[in-house]
């Protein structure tokens, strides 16, 4: 049931929208697919100051009835073969009791609609190999693995500690 559901973007300074992003970034980094430990307090204190500090990024969430349900929180970059902008779907999350009721795909359409408005030429995400709901999730909206050759392989996601 999506019919009452609103998506909208996060006012950085409204307390209730400040609240709702660090309880479900909180959600989801509890969860195993979110590393399983919860956020460090000094992260929770300082988490929305930050992102409205950081050039571009973009945050929104599900509501249904006053109640959070999901988040999506977007960061830029830049394609230097397109030379257009990009926005890479940082973290999605939506309540374990709310998955299968369309919270994430109405969180991509929104990042999606707001993408187009400024210009942007592409949409990137990382996704665990074992997160198969997510996955076909991600490809049911329209995400393909990155490769611009085949033939050479798939991009794979890497980090470094710093």
Not at 58 to 65: D, G, K, N, P, Q
Not at 99 to 118: D, I, N, P, S, T
């Amino acid at each position: 049931m999506v019919d009452d559901l609103q998506v909208r973007q996060v006012d950085f300074g409204a307390t209730r929208d400040r609240q709702a992003l660090v309880e479900l970034l909180d959600l989801y980094a509890r969860d195993p697919m979110g590393g399983g430990e919860g956020l460090d307090a000094g992260v929770k204190a300082r988490l929305c100051d930050d992102l409205a500090a950081m050039p571009g990024a973009v945050s929104f969430i599900a509501w249904r009835a006053g109640k959070p349900l999901g988040l999506l929180n977007a960061m830029p970059g830049y394609s230097t073969f397109k030379a257009r902008p990009l926005l890479n779907v940082h973290d999605i999350a939506v309540r374990s009791d709310c998955r299968g009721q369309g919270v994430g795909q109405a969180l991509l359409a929104a990042l999606e609609a707001y993408a187009r408005a400024l210009g942007c030429c592409k949409l990137t995400l990382e996704v665990l190999s074992g997160n198969a709901v997510a996955t076909r999730s991600y490809l049911r909206f329209g995400f393909a693995q990155y490769a611009l050759d085949p033939a050479v392989g798939h991009a794979m996601f890497m980090q470094k500690w710093l």
